[in-house]
T-cell receptor, first 113, second 118 residues
Framework: DAGVIQSPRHEVTEMGQEVTLRCKPI?????LFWYRQTMMRGLELLIY????????DSGMPEDRFSAKMPNASFSTLKIQPSEPRDSAVYFC???????????FGQGTRLTVV | AQTVTQSQPEMSVQEAETVTLSCTYD???????LFWYKQPPSRQMILVIR??????QNATENRFSVNFQKAAKSFSLKISDSQLGDTAMYFC???????????????FGSGTRLQVQP
């Protein structure tokens, strides 16, 4: 398996634009997580899904952020409109019910100017 | 809520030496998992070692071992025979244990940047 695949690796966008980050989890994994990493706040959970259903979205900063998982092999994190304070590295991770290890993607570095 | 504290923002060690990274946590849970993740400059998050809180024996993985003190809520990572490739950010993380789907997220500490010097 190729591991968790995120796209794009880097994204630079202007303030006010819509940004969509994409994630393909490891096949067979039933948990999918979105984390955000910043210097100020470290690694923080945004939202996670089990079997495509959102379980905990308490970390989603505000209504500008939304996440979907339309099927077991794809998830998106959307920011609309984007702001400079959204600049961060966004990680997607997946795991399965029988294993506590979370496998992370390479992350998307988002820069909002 | 759980909190994880890493009090050493940066550490340095000579190649082939041993270094210990500290982590403390706070929780009201009795069953949980603790992890150390490594983040090299490539940005990839890699699991280094995992400890199940109900196991008294400290986990080991080759050159990596932990000192788990449940009563003190302490979980330190020891790296023996440090190698240049160990240079990375190291994150301590906590996860509740149980089959409930609401218990699977990781809570991370702020990280320790380790530099291995040649």
């Amino acid at each position: 398996d190729a591991g968790v695949i995120q796209s794009p690796r880097h994204e630079v966008t202007e303030m006010g634009q819509e940004v969509t980050l994409r994630c393909k989890p490891i096949s067979g994994h039933d948990y999918l997580f979105w984390y955000r990493q910043t210097m100020m706040r470290g690694l923080e959970l945004l939202i996670y899904f089990n079997n495509n259903v959102p379980i905990d979205d308490s970390g989603m900063p505000e209504d500008r952020f939304s996440a979907k998982m339309p099927n077991a092999s794809f998830s998106t994190l959307k920011i609309q409109p984007s702001e400079p304070r959204d600049s961060a590295v966004y990680f997607c991770a997946s795991s399965d019910q029988g294993n506590t290890e979370a496998f992370f993607g390479q992350g998307t570095r988002l820069t909002v100017v | 809520a759980q909190t994880v504290t890493q009090s050493q923002p940066e550490m340095s060690v000579q190649e082939a030496e041993t270094v210990t990274l500290s982590c403390t946590y706070d929780t009201s849970e009795s069953n949980y998992y603790l992890f150390w993740y490594k983040q090299p400059p490539s940005r990839q998050m890699i699991l280094v070692i995992r400890q199940e809180a109900y196991k008294q024996q400290n986990a080991t993985e080759n050159r990596f071992s932990v000192n788990f003190q449940k009563a003190a809520k302490s979980f330190s990572l020891k790296i023996s025979d440090s190698q240049l490739g160990d240079t990375a950010m190291y994150f301590c993380a906590f996860m509740k244990r149980g089959m409930d789907t609401g218990r699977r997220a990781l809570t991370f500490g702020s990280g320790t940047r380790l530099q291995v010097q040649p």
